[in-house]
């Protein structure tokens, strides 16, 4: 019920969390092309693609993270459970998932969501973590579509409790020459390939931008 499949320049995933009762939709900052108007933004919802009433609070352009308030009166009436966020306790070598629509591809929920689209579930290994550069690296394969999504992990306590570490922001590509049948470079032809590590900026830096923006000050990390 937090995902949701969203249009704004690009197609993309987006995720919702609460702080302070208030409900905001994380996504990532490049699905708002030059082109798109940040205050119209749609979802996919049953077979239409109605508005979503939203402000943008903020975007953090390095990390890759665009920040909406939801407005929309039927939304901000829903409660969700509280949810863990932030990468205290995650390490290298740990499992991790994520959500998204690849290639606008999605599952009907038959009303199981209400009308919101069921998204595709990927599976990672976290590789590294650049805390100095605030990019998480992931060992998976990360598709068109999943751009905006949450990472998740859970706790490694005896309730396994759920907890978003991040937001999808893109693959590592790398650029290979052309080879022709006998194994030999065609001039200087090269092709693009996704290497399978997905990069992913980390939850804090969108709670940040909404304390800053909220004026509210740093408590435990919860949405």
Known sequence: ???????????????????????????????????????????????????????????????????????????????????????????????VYFLGFPYKSFVSSGGLLKQLPMAYVKKGVLSAMDLKDGVLHVDATNNEGFSGGPVFTYGLSRDRDLRIVGVVSSFKIEYESVIDKHGQPIGDMRVAYNTGFMQVSPIERAVHLIRRHTGSKETALVG
Not at 20 to 47: N, Q
């Open 1 to 95: 019920m937090r995902m949701y499949f969203i249009k704004i320049g690009e197609y993309g995933s987006a995720f919702e969390i609460t702080i302070d009762g208030k409900h905001y939709l994380i996504t990532a900052a490049h699905l708002l092309c030059e082109s798109s108007d940040p205050t119209v933004l749609f979802h996919l919802e049953g077979k239409g693609w109605p508005v979503m009433r939203t402000t943008l609070i903020g975007t953090i352009p390095s990390a890759d993270i665009a920040v909406f308030e939801i407005t929309d009166p039927g939304l901000v009436k829903r409660n969700f459970p509280p949810i863990d966020l932030g990468i205290k306790g995650l390490s290298a070598g740990q499992d």
